[in-house]
């Protein structure tokens, strides 16, 4: 979730193969402590030997999915890499979710993907989509590679026709969900849905995804009715979570000793002046918002349906279509505009993080995408654009009370682990908006003294003991990593060519 997926801490198997398919269970909050039961006490930050430097990745035979695209990009880059033990981080990180997290097949004759988020063996929308963002510039060198990406889109657009307020999905569209924590939810769990937490990222990264493909390929196959169908629910969706005209349908509510696990007033959350803004009851991370008006999540819907117009126009021919979504794009847009600004204690302003309307807000950042750091990296603001850069940096500051700083990094968390909890993914979002070498290599410094051995991305690690950490298999982390070494392969070639 950031979870990032569900997000949940889920104790592996310190001894197990990440190419396994069955969630560990265990309590989702247990921090995964002690790295020494993972018998990696000689790869400790600083210690590490170019011998210990093998690769991670699964063997041949026993991987999910094989690109000769993405095996010619992993030597290309990791090529291009100075540093031995951040080339070894790479290859084990970038196919990842290739590796050990995809299933395709066909469902009624047509491409279908079923991507888990690692140790949770169930699809969560938003982070099957990020999963996959930094193989699409490869998608046309490659058939089978954009076979899978017609069968996530597809995937996706047969998820939210089943339920769009869920989050997470089964791979079997007609079984109860498996997760523990979700049995006894009260709200409308229908077949198919494994979690059922209404969050607006999760309708916006399928549209983010579609738009991606659509632009690199041109390709209409996975465009046909049942998406279309998905996409026209997807903005009729948002437009009843304005709440207009009434609450609208959703409601959640779960047993729970985590109060960010519930919500309040019979289900339906805080209070809020209705000005047309869409309500978002939980983050990225699946915690439940302090107030409904979640606004990186808000400022995500202008982007990704813009992008989602342009695909029904073009696709589709759609023009109708295209217009709904345009329409709630602009009228969103306007009003975070006149509501969802703040004053940054130095004349300027900043996004809010969350609002309700009635004029009380909350700033902060959470390391799960969207958050105010993240907008950037998924087009919903410019890099260069100042007030983005102005609500990046107080994010990235004492202002924001998961900012941490400790003796083995900095950088921001969330509540969903607790506090003192750096997230690997708000420091790789940090060295994405940098430009300046400085900051960036900084970061890639302590990404590399941080995965306690491990060779890849974690959900958390403490401040100030690495060995500490969430989430041994959490394949959106392992991919932003992976997509961040691509990107300055890109942009700072020489930079990534020194060592560190």
Known sequence: MGRSACGRSVLDDAA????GKTSMSANRREVMAGAGALALASSLPGTARAADFVSHRPAKAERNFTSPAIEVEIARVKAMIGDPEIAWMFENCYPNTLDTTVETGT????????????DINAMWLRDSSAQVQPYIHLVGRDPQLKRLFQGLIQRQARCILIDPYANAFNKDPTAPSKLDWSQKDKTDMKPGVAERKWEIDSLCYPMRLAHGYWTRTRDKVPFDEVWSRAARLSVATFRVQQRLNGPGPYHFQREAFVPSDSLMLDGYGRPTRKIGLIHSMFRPSDDACIYPYLIPSNLFAVSALRKLAQVHREARGDAAAAFEADALA????????????IDDGRGGKVWAYEIDGFGNWVFMDDANVPSLSGLAIIDAAKRDDPLFRNTAAQAWSERNPYFFKGSAAEGIGGPHVGLGMIWPMSIITHAMNADDDATVLQCLRWLKTTHAGTGFMHESFNKDDPSNFTRKWFAWANALFGQLIVELAARKPALLAGRL
């Open 16 to 19: 197990g193969s990440m190419k």
């Open 107 to 118: 469902v009624d004759g047509k491409p279908d993907t079923f991507v888990i988020t690692g």
């Open 330 to 341: 602009d009228e969103v847009e306007k009003l975070l505009h006149e509501h969802a600004l």
